[in-house]
């Protein structure tokens, strides 16, 4: 789980590779404690302003480094159930809080 206050361009590629140290420490403490084979692995964003691509006017943001090619939308995966991690589909859940910073989610 990842909580921002805001989710912009410059954090949702930080927030993923949290998210796969995340998952890396926990297959670590998983065959320290000889645990068997997780049955699944979900991520979730909780958040309380989605600052994303799509809602900006910036068109900087869509800049691409020298050298880098561009193999899919920017930062598309924020709109998608899943996201790719270690080169697997990890569903990916989104909880946006509201102006107090409250939200609810049901698992």
């Known amino acids: 789980m990842n909580a ?5 361009e410059k954090n949702w590629d930080k927030v993923k ?8 420490h926990a297959h670590m403490l ?11 692995i979900c991520v979730y964003t909780v958040y309380q302003n989605d600052k994303l691509l ?3 006017a910036d068109p900087s943001l869509l800049r ?8 899919s939308q920017p930062y598309k995966d924020w709109n998608e159930s899943f996201v790719f991690i270690l080169n697997e589909k990890v569903p ?3 909880i ?12």
Do not use: C, M, W
């Open 4 to 8: 921002k206050k805001q989710v912009n």
């Open 17 to 24: 590779k949290q998210f796969e140290g995340g998952i890396l």
């Open 30 to 40: 998983r065959g320290i404690l000889d645990i068997s084979q997780f049955s699944k």
């Open 54 to 56: 799509q809602k900006t």
């Open 64 to 71: 691409q480094p020298v050298g880098k090619r561009l193999t």
């Open 92 to 94: 990916h859940h989104r």
């Open 96 to 107: 946006q809080l509201n102006a107090s910073g409250q939200g609810e989610y049901t698992l």
